[in-house]
């Protein structure tokens, strides 16, 4: 098997991605025109979603990083809108499209409306992170569209095998329908906790960090694969599994938790620019099977089903926000805080991932049917909402006059905190150099004192007066003068090993300690970018 279309599809779409961080436009929206434009080059191949690869190889790691990344105890706050967005809205959505699509597409039958309707109703978990971390979304909002992106694929496959079955012809009920979803719910919760406690004690007792690292990204495919092996959800496991070690990070050491970030980026980088690329490149495979329909037919279908989804989600959100016993409690956002929720609704790689598994027949050897022109309404709902709704989410966000972070707020909050940890360690710092045991020359026992004024002083500093002549902080003028002083040192390393003074050994370990002082100085830096 040739590699090498793969490897350049990965490449090419991760330098379009890297390239998008220099432009206002979020990386996702580049990333699939490049692909809609590559999918008519010639000479370019056809690529292909294969379920069997985008449900249990790309979508697991995607997942449990969005879970690292998520706030249990946000999640937790905001339950009930995250629960009736990821389970109430999905299937809310999977009934409001089938019926559109049974009533607007002739001879459609309203099993195979159904199987459309869950295939396109759950936005897309990297969607929904990227544009909000672009664009910088209020927490709440942000907390919420996160949320939902974890757990609505679980409703979203379950609700599709549900109408699937009974699409072709397996004699699937609703009451059994429930039932299906209710165990691979219960199940998928009950194997990710299950999971998350073995797994959280094996990495806090492994102290070998490649070790870590690689147990790290064995978890997803682990809490996927053995959920699914039980017929129960492994999107769920996942997610549960995700949040509970993100949760606990901190048990492990701070060695791991370095190589385990930069790990889990560069992951996140490739996967996200390889799936976008792929959404993009459809696009031939999608026309070529649309032989049968017109194209203004089509294209008539394609806009009625995107407006179906757009204001279906609309309906919901703003009835399940203001509506007395479904509204959370406490007095309801202000108007505009839905209408960015109801927007922010990007279909993905998963609703195409499900599409592609239309099977071609239904029992009795006879054709799907419409499947063709379901992998079509599928493929324009995905571009459709990541184009139309992606683009245009930033300058309505500034049009509504929605918040965006508060940094000085957060700024404060951080100050605050680290010094409330910088009296602990100072406290304890005098405990231990008053033992006689841990007796040390002043000016090393100064020197751990400085480190900790240092780091308590130097988040206050960023809210500090601005220099008139350089337009900086007092912060940020110490911290690029300590990257000037740390190149330095590095230079003169590199040139005693080129004048053969220190071999490339001692080099790489004089270069990693510069490594970690300059993270240690710059990581709030590289945190915000």
Known sequence: MDATPLLLMVAVSAAVAGAARRTPVPAPLLVVAAGLAASFVPGVPEYTLDPDVVLPLVLPPLLHLAALDSSYLGLRAHARPVLLLSVGYVLFAMGVVGWVAY??????????????????????????????????????????????????????????KVALAAAVGEGATWAGGLGEFAVAAVGGVGVGLVLMGPLNWLRTRLREPLLLNTLSLLVPFVAYS????????????????????????????????????????????????????????????????????????????????????????????YTTTYLPGLRSPGSPPPWRYPFVVSW???????SLAIAFAVPMTVHGGDPFPARNLLLFLTFTTVIGTLVVQGLTLPPLIRLLGLPGRDLY???????????????????????????????LPQPLADRLRAVLERRRNAVWERLGTVSEVTGESADATYRRMAREVIATERDVFVRLRDERRIDDEMLRVLLRRLDLEEAAAFYREDATD
């Open 409 to 439: 707020r957060e700024t404060l909050a951080e100050a605050q905190a680290q010094s409330e940890a910088s009296r602990a360690a100072e406290q304890r710092l005098e405990e231990l150099l008053a033992d006689p045991g841990n007796a």
């Open 344 to 350: 922010a609704g990007m279909r993905g790689v998963v």
């Open 226 to 317: 053995a959920a699914e092996a039980v017929h129960a959800s492994g999107v769920l496991a996942v997610v549960v599994v995700g949040l509970y070690l993100g949760h606990r990070s901190w048990q492990v050491d701070f060695e791991t938790r370095l190589q385990e970030a930069a790990v889990w980026r560069m992951v996140a980088f490739i996967l996200e620019s390889a799936v976008f690329a792929l959404i993009g490149l459809q696009l031939r495979v999608v026309l070529q099977g649309l032989g049968e329909y017109e194209a203004g037919e089509a294209a008539t279908y394609a806009t009625v089903v995107f407006a179906a989804v757009v204001a279906g989600r609309f309906v919901w959100v």
């Open 103 to 160: 009533a607007v597409v002739p001879d459609l039958p309203l099993t195979a409306a159904l199987v459309l309707g869950a295939v396109v109703a759950p936005p897309d978990a990297v969607a929904a992170t990227a544009v909000a971390r672009r664009i910088g979304l209020p927490a709440k909002i942000t907390t919420i569209l996160k949320g939902e992106s974890l757990f609505n694929d679980a409703t979203a496959i379950t609700a599709y």
